[in-house]
């Protein structure tokens, strides 16, 4: 099942071309308040049995055409945003030779997953949305990531049980400024990658039913009509079962809480007038545009 935020914020899924209202369905029911946030629906939906009677009832519902609809970030207020960093060895390479970073080649499992960083709510963008250069950049990339929705609390989880609290799958744009507060500097990622527009989530969240494995799955960028990332997410240095183990090792992960997982090689300069398309299988295709703050 495919989950989306439509036109002014409905909750609905996606079958075939149509979407079919299913927040409203649920707060019918009374398994969700009228109004209720992905979340909150991501954890009656993975949570309480009596959900799906609201899946039922979404389909005998008026559907919105897929065409007709104005798609929006499938989540915009996630208990947190985990983000990976430097989870690919030939990302840590690029990175090297771009903006002379620091070698974490010797780096333990947890010692990088230790680098892992938040990404501020605010910072949410949906499909097609437009990602602003900030007056004060010289250097902006586009990251382009899997990145998984947590299903239910989850404290101190096994590697093996990891993938039993996640609930599905979307695509998370990292947008990352390099200079200034880059170079030679560990502590900075918050800022540089924490501005308005510098998080595209989206198109939908797509249930983990619908990934066989979240280690198999190719990701592909484009910019301006070029291909410039051609990635696997089996080449991660620590996949996702072990960013879920360390996180919850560390911190108690709530319902809808986002696990982004680093982004592959193939990172690339944004300039005003660009146009992002991004692709990961089994999920979709999102895009983005580019423009600099007037």
Wanted: net charge neutral; hydrophobic share 40%; aromatic share 6%.
């Amino acid at each position: 099942m495919k989950l989306c935020r439509y036109n002014e914020g409905a909750i609905g899924f996606i079958e075939r071309d149509a979407i079919y209202p299913l927040g409203d369905a649920l707060a019918v029911l009374e398994v969700v308040r009228d109004g209720a946030t992905m979340a909150e629906i991501v954890d009656v939906l993975a949570n309480n049995p009596g959900a799906s009677a609201g899946v039922t009832a979404a389909r005998k519902a008026r559907p919105v055409a897929l065409s007709a609809a104005k798609l929006r970030a499938p989540i915009i207020n996630p208990p947190a945003i985990w983000a990976a960093a430097a989870n690919y060895r030939a990302h840590q390479a690029e990175m090297k030779e771009r903006v002379n970073a620091y070698d974490r080649a010797q780096f333990s499992a947890d010692d990088l997953m230790a680098e892992v960083f938040l990404k501020p709510t605010s910072s949410i963008v949906g499909p097609g949305g437009t990602v602003i250069l900030p007056k004060i950049a010289n250097h902006v990339d586009f990251e382009c990531e899997l990145c998984a929705v947590i299903s239910r609390t989850a404290k101190k989880i096994s590697a093996e049980n990891a993938l039993d609290y996640v609930y599905g799958y979307t695509m998370c744009w990292d947008i990352s400024i390099r200079d200034p507060w880059s170079k030679g500097r560990h502590n900075t990622r918050n800022i540089r990658k924490g501005f308005d527009t510098f998080c595209g989530l989206g198109p939908w969240i797509v249930t983990k039913d619908e990934i066989r494995e979240p280690q198999d799955l190719r990701i592909n960028v484009e910019q301006n009509g070029r291909s410039v990332m051609q990635a696997h997410t089996a080449d991660m240095i620590n996949g996702l079962r072990d960013l879920i183990r360390f996180l919850s090792s560390v911190t108690t992960l709530q319902p809808g809480t986002l696990i982004t997982t680093g982004t592959p090689a193939g990172v690339s300069k944004l300039a005003d007038g660009d146009h992002l398309k991004g692709t990961i299988e089994g999920i979709g295709t999102m895009e983005l545009k580019v423009i600099a703050e007037a």
